[in-house]
Protein backbone atom coordinates (compact mmCIF):
# COMPACT_ATOMS: atom_id res chain seq x y z
CA UNK A 1 0.00 0.00 0.00
CA UNK A 2 1.64 3.42 -1.03
CA UNK A 3 1.65 6.56 1.34
CA UNK A 4 -0.85 8.38 -0.53
CA UNK A 5 -3.35 4.86 -0.42
CA UNK A 6 -3.90 5.29 3.21
CA UNK A 7 -6.76 7.66 3.90
CA UNK A 8 -6.06 9.22 7.36
CA UNK A 9 -8.85 7.83 9.44
CA UNK A 10 -10.50 10.16 11.93
CA UNK A 11 -11.29 7.52 14.46
CA UNK A 12 -7.76 7.30 15.17
CA UNK A 13 -7.18 10.91 15.08
CA UNK A 14 -4.67 10.77 12.46
CA UNK A 15 -2.19 13.44 10.93
CA UNK A 16 0.74 12.15 9.20
CA UNK A 17 3.83 14.28 9.93
CA UNK A 18 5.31 14.79 5.91
CA UNK A 19 7.59 17.86 6.95
CA UNK A 20 11.79 16.47 6.54
CA UNK A 21 12.72 19.56 8.36
CA UNK A 22 10.58 19.37 11.33
CA UNK A 23 11.19 15.67 11.30
CA UNK A 24 14.72 16.14 11.22
CA UNK A 25 14.16 18.53 14.20
CA UNK A 26 12.38 16.44 16.35
CA UNK A 27 14.77 13.38 15.89
CA UNK A 28 17.53 15.61 17.07
CA UNK A 29 15.18 16.94 20.00
CA UNK A 30 14.60 13.07 21.19
CA UNK A 31 18.65 12.42 20.66
CA UNK A 32 18.17 8.40 20.49
CA UNK A 33 21.27 6.64 21.15
CA UNK A 34 22.51 2.90 20.31
CA UNK A 35 21.79 0.50 23.19
CA UNK A 36 18.68 2.93 24.44
CA UNK A 37 14.97 0.97 24.58
CA UNK A 38 12.38 3.31 22.92
CA UNK A 39 8.99 3.10 22.35
CA UNK A 40 7.34 4.93 19.42
CA UNK A 41 3.58 5.71 20.05
CA UNK A 42 1.71 5.50 16.56
CA UNK A 43 3.96 5.50 14.22
CA UNK A 44 1.62 6.05 11.41
CA UNK A 45 3.50 6.01 7.91
CA UNK A 46 7.03 6.29 9.64
CA UNK A 47 7.86 9.76 9.83
CA UNK A 48 9.46 8.90 12.55
CA UNK A 49 10.33 5.98 12.92
CA UNK A 50 12.50 5.21 9.98
CA UNK A 51 15.28 7.83 11.40
CA UNK A 52 14.70 6.46 14.69
CA UNK A 53 15.71 3.37 13.71
CA UNK A 54 18.77 4.54 11.88
CA UNK A 55 20.40 5.51 15.08
CA UNK A 56 18.81 3.01 17.54
CA UNK A 57 19.83 -0.76 17.16
CA UNK A 58 16.38 -2.03 18.21
CA UNK A 59 13.08 0.24 17.91
CA UNK A 60 9.24 -1.29 19.61
CA UNK A 61 6.45 0.76 17.98
CA UNK A 62 2.63 0.67 19.53
CA UNK A 63 -0.07 0.73 16.76
CA UNK A 64 -3.49 0.48 16.08
CA UNK A 65 -4.00 0.57 12.70
CA UNK A 66 -3.95 -2.81 10.87
CA UNK A 67 -3.39 -1.63 7.49
CA UNK A 68 -0.56 0.61 8.88
CA UNK A 69 1.03 -2.22 11.19
CA UNK A 70 0.80 -4.37 7.90
CA UNK A 71 3.05 -1.74 6.29
CA UNK A 72 5.40 -1.42 8.95
CA UNK A 73 5.79 -5.51 8.76
CA UNK A 74 5.89 -5.83 5.33
CA UNK A 75 8.87 -2.80 5.36
CA UNK A 76 10.68 -3.88 8.35
CA UNK A 77 12.19 -7.29 9.91
CA UNK A 78 11.43 -8.29 13.91
CA UNK A 79 15.24 -7.90 14.28
CA UNK A 80 15.47 -4.09 14.35
CA UNK A 81 11.45 -3.28 14.69
CA UNK A 82 8.82 -4.94 17.47
CA UNK A 83 5.38 -3.69 16.45
CA UNK A 84 2.91 -4.27 19.54
CA UNK A 85 -0.21 -4.33 18.04
CA UNK A 86 -3.21 -2.27 20.05
CA UNK A 87 -4.34 0.81 21.94
CA UNK A 88 -1.30 2.29 23.47
CA UNK A 89 -4.38 3.72 26.40
CA UNK A 90 -4.56 -0.30 27.23
CA UNK A 91 -0.83 -0.97 26.58
CA UNK A 92 1.36 -1.89 29.56
CA UNK A 93 4.80 -0.01 29.02
CA UNK A 94 6.16 -1.32 31.96
CA UNK A 95 6.48 -4.63 30.03
CA UNK A 96 8.94 -3.21 28.39
CA UNK A 97 11.60 -2.74 31.11
CA UNK A 98 11.65 -5.99 32.24
CA UNK A 99 15.61 -6.19 32.51
CA UNK A 100 15.58 -3.02 34.29
CA UNK A 101 16.46 -0.70 31.29
CA UNK A 102 15.14 2.78 31.73
CA UNK A 103 12.65 3.39 28.48
CA UNK A 104 12.29 6.34 26.19
CA UNK A 105 8.81 7.22 24.90
CA UNK A 106 8.30 9.28 21.54
CA UNK A 107 5.39 9.86 19.20
CA UNK A 108 2.76 12.12 17.79
CA UNK A 109 0.04 11.63 19.91
CA UNK A 110 -3.03 11.49 17.96
CA UNK A 111 -5.31 15.02 19.77
CA UNK A 112 -8.56 12.87 20.31
CA UNK A 113 -6.63 10.66 23.22
CA UNK A 114 -3.94 13.01 24.38
CA UNK A 115 -5.03 13.64 27.58
CA UNK A 116 -6.35 10.18 29.08
CA UNK A 117 -3.00 8.33 27.13
CA UNK A 118 -0.83 11.21 29.60
CA UNK A 119 -2.37 10.67 32.40
CA UNK A 120 -2.18 6.23 31.43
CA UNK A 121 2.13 7.24 30.92
CA UNK A 122 2.10 8.91 33.95
CA UNK A 123 1.58 5.44 35.83
CA UNK A 124 5.10 4.15 34.39
CA UNK A 125 6.93 7.26 35.33
CA UNK A 126 9.15 5.31 38.18
CA UNK A 127 10.13 3.48 35.33
CA UNK A 128 10.94 5.82 32.40
CA UNK A 129 13.88 8.21 31.62
CA UNK A 130 12.04 10.79 29.38
CA UNK A 131 9.24 11.69 27.02
CA UNK A 132 9.41 13.24 23.45
CA UNK A 133 5.77 13.77 22.13
CA UNK A 134 3.91 16.10 19.59
CA UNK A 135 0.78 17.12 20.65
CA UNK A 136 -2.14 20.17 20.00
CA UNK A 137 -0.19 23.33 21.39
CA UNK A 138 -3.23 24.28 23.51
CA UNK A 139 -2.29 20.92 25.21
CA UNK A 140 0.66 21.45 26.01
CA UNK A 141 0.29 25.08 27.16
CA UNK A 142 -2.17 23.46 29.85
CA UNK A 143 0.86 21.38 30.68
CA UNK A 144 3.54 23.70 31.35
CA UNK A 145 1.30 26.28 32.80
CA UNK A 146 1.85 28.54 35.71
CA UNK A 147 -0.55 28.78 38.66
CA UNK A 148 -2.52 31.83 38.26
CA UNK A 149 -2.87 31.52 34.46
CA UNK A 150 -5.79 30.43 32.36
CA UNK A 151 -4.37 27.46 30.87
CA UNK A 152 -3.29 26.11 34.50
CA UNK A 153 -5.48 23.10 35.57
CA UNK A 154 -5.73 19.50 36.52
CA UNK A 155 -4.03 18.73 33.92
CA UNK A 156 -1.40 21.04 34.70
CA UNK A 157 -0.55 20.14 38.90
CA UNK A 158 -1.22 16.22 37.64
CA UNK A 159 1.61 16.30 35.31
CA UNK A 160 4.16 18.94 37.14
CA UNK A 161 3.32 16.77 40.15
CA UNK A 162 5.46 13.73 38.55
CA UNK A 163 6.98 15.60 35.58
CA UNK A 164 9.30 18.40 34.60
CA UNK A 165 7.83 19.28 31.86
CA UNK A 166 9.09 21.74 29.06
CA UNK A 167 7.66 23.49 25.73
CA UNK A 168 10.52 22.83 23.13
CA UNK A 169 9.15 24.57 19.38
CA UNK A 170 5.90 24.62 17.95
CA UNK A 171 5.12 22.58 14.41
CA UNK A 172 2.64 24.05 12.20
CA UNK A 173 -0.54 22.35 10.11
CA UNK A 174 1.47 22.51 7.27
CA UNK A 175 4.00 20.14 8.42
CA UNK A 176 1.18 17.30 8.20
CA UNK A 177 -0.95 15.40 5.70
CA UNK A 178 -3.67 15.82 5.95
CA UNK A 179 -2.95 19.55 7.61
CA UNK A 180 -4.95 19.93 10.79
CA UNK A 181 -6.70 23.12 11.99
CA UNK A 182 -4.70 23.19 15.24
CA UNK A 183 -1.23 24.33 15.38
CA UNK A 184 0.93 21.42 17.53
CA UNK A 185 4.00 21.81 20.16
CA UNK A 186 6.77 19.40 20.58
CA UNK A 187 6.83 18.41 24.43
CA UNK A 188 9.80 16.89 26.72
CA UNK A 189 8.44 15.12 30.22
CA UNK A 190 11.25 14.14 32.25
CA UNK A 191 9.89 12.11 35.84
CA UNK A 192 10.81 13.70 39.00
CA UNK A 193 12.46 11.78 41.34
CA UNK A 194 10.21 9.35 43.82
CA UNK A 195 11.51 11.36 46.80
CA UNK A 196 10.39 14.68 45.35
CA UNK A 197 6.69 13.54 44.86
CA UNK A 198 5.72 13.33 48.33
CA UNK A 199 1.82 13.04 48.28
CA UNK A 200 1.10 10.11 50.54
CA UNK A 201 -1.84 9.06 49.01
CA UNK A 202 -1.78 9.98 45.17
CA UNK A 203 -5.12 8.79 44.53
CA UNK A 204 -6.57 11.31 47.08
CA UNK A 205 -4.21 13.99 45.89
CA UNK A 206 -6.04 13.33 41.88
CA UNK A 207 -9.79 13.53 43.82
CA UNK A 208 -9.08 16.77 45.26
CA UNK A 209 -7.25 18.42 42.35
CA UNK A 210 -10.46 17.40 39.93
CA UNK A 211 -12.72 19.09 42.94
CA UNK A 212 -10.69 22.26 43.06
CA UNK A 213 -10.75 22.88 38.83
CA UNK A 214 -14.53 21.43 38.94
CA UNK A 215 -16.02 24.31 38.75
CA UNK A 216 -13.56 26.84 38.14
CA UNK A 217 -15.20 29.76 39.04
CA UNK A 218 -16.30 28.75 42.66
CA UNK A 219 -13.58 29.09 45.73
CA UNK A 220 -11.75 26.57 47.45
CA UNK A 221 -14.32 26.88 50.24
CA UNK A 222 -16.93 25.66 47.97
CA UNK A 223 -15.10 23.07 45.69
CA UNK A 224 -13.37 21.20 48.72
CA UNK A 225 -15.95 20.83 50.82
CA UNK A 226 -15.99 17.41 50.86
CA UNK A 227 -12.93 17.55 52.09
CA UNK A 228 -11.78 20.96 54.26
CA UNK A 229 -13.61 22.55 56.84
CA UNK A 230 -12.52 26.36 58.06
CA UNK A 231 -10.07 24.87 60.47
CA UNK A 232 -8.31 22.94 57.95
CA UNK A 233 -7.67 25.95 55.95
CA UNK A 234 -6.45 27.81 58.71
CA UNK A 235 -4.53 25.09 60.00
CA UNK A 236 -2.54 25.24 56.61
CA UNK A 237 -2.56 29.19 56.14
CA UNK A 238 -4.53 28.41 52.90
CA UNK A 239 -6.90 31.40 52.12
CA UNK A 240 -10.68 29.39 51.18
CA UNK A 241 -11.24 32.28 49.41
CA UNK A 242 -9.19 31.20 46.84
CA UNK A 243 -9.88 29.25 43.50
CA UNK A 244 -7.97 26.21 42.13
CA UNK A 245 -5.59 27.97 39.50
CA UNK A 246 -4.15 30.09 42.36
CA UNK A 247 -2.48 27.17 43.81
CA UNK A 248 0.67 25.55 43.55
CA UNK A 249 1.64 21.93 43.10
CA UNK A 250 3.31 22.09 46.18
CA UNK A 251 0.14 23.52 47.82
CA UNK A 252 -1.84 20.85 46.55
CA UNK A 253 -0.16 18.14 47.66
CA UNK A 254 0.12 19.84 51.41
CA UNK A 255 -3.62 19.82 51.34
CA UNK A 256 -4.04 16.23 50.29
CA UNK A 257 -1.20 15.06 52.60
CA UNK A 258 -3.44 16.91 55.83
CA UNK A 259 -6.68 15.41 54.52
CA UNK A 260 -5.00 11.91 54.35
CA UNK A 261 -3.46 12.42 57.71
CA UNK A 262 -7.20 13.55 59.52
CA UNK A 263 -8.53 10.61 57.95
CA UNK A 264 -5.94 8.19 59.27
Do not use: W
Not at 174 to 196: D, Y
Amino acid sequence: MSEQQHQARKRFGQNFLSDPNIIRKIIDAIRPEPGERLVEIGPGLGAMTEPLMARLDHLHVVEIDRDLIARLKEKHSPEVLTIHEGDALKFDFGSLVADGAPLRVAGNLPYNISTPILFHLASFAERVKDMTFMLQKEVVMRMVAEPGTEEYGRLSVMLQYRFNMGRLFDVPPGAFRPAPKVMSSIVRMVPRPVAECTATDEDLLGRIVTAAFGQRRKTLRNTLRDYMDETDFAALGIDPGLRGEKLDVATFVRIANHVAAREE
